[in-house]
């Protein structure tokens, strides 16, 4: 089993950049599929980003795909979302999750472990 708990967001103007935190206890998150989700009021929360940390793989959805990074550092077992160039349509809640190894990661069913989340908000 391991614990997510997010940070890093804020509020910040359109063009700038934050970069999230997922503090990853309880196991290392290089056993598992690590992704990003968010959430914006009145939205389905949707797939941002993704990784397998041993192979290098990551995913990324097209909209944010050129300005957000996903990476880790296993020697603090953290995860982060660089993201960069960032617009108002950013704006939602992001959560950190953790799911198998063998799953696509790019669907919220692939993850059986969610942070609590942290609000971006992007100011036009």
């Known amino acids: 089993q391991v614990q997510l708990v997010e940070s890093g967001g804020g509020l910040v103007q359109a063009g700038g950049s934050l970069r999230l935190s997922c503090a990853a206890s309880g196991r290392p998150f290089s056993r598992y599929g690590m992704g990003w989700f968010r959430q914006a009021p009145g939205k389905e929360r949707e797939f941002v980003a993704a990784?397998?940390?041993?192979?290098?793989?990551?995913v990324y959805a097209d909209s944010v795909k050129g300005r957000f990074t996903i990476s880790g550092d296993d020697a603090k077992n953290t995860v982060y979302l660089q993201m960069n160039s960032l617009r108002p349509e950013d704006t939602a809640v992001y959560y950190c999750?953790?799911?198998?190894?063998?799953?696509?990661?790019?669907?919220?069913?692939?993850?059986?472990?969610w942070g609590q989340g942290t609000q971006v908000t992007v100011s036009s």
């Open positions: 999750a953790a799911g198998g190894l063998d799953r696509t990661l790019t669907s919220r069913d692939d993850y059986g472990y």
């Open positions: 990784m397998r940390w041993r192979s290098g793989y990551t």
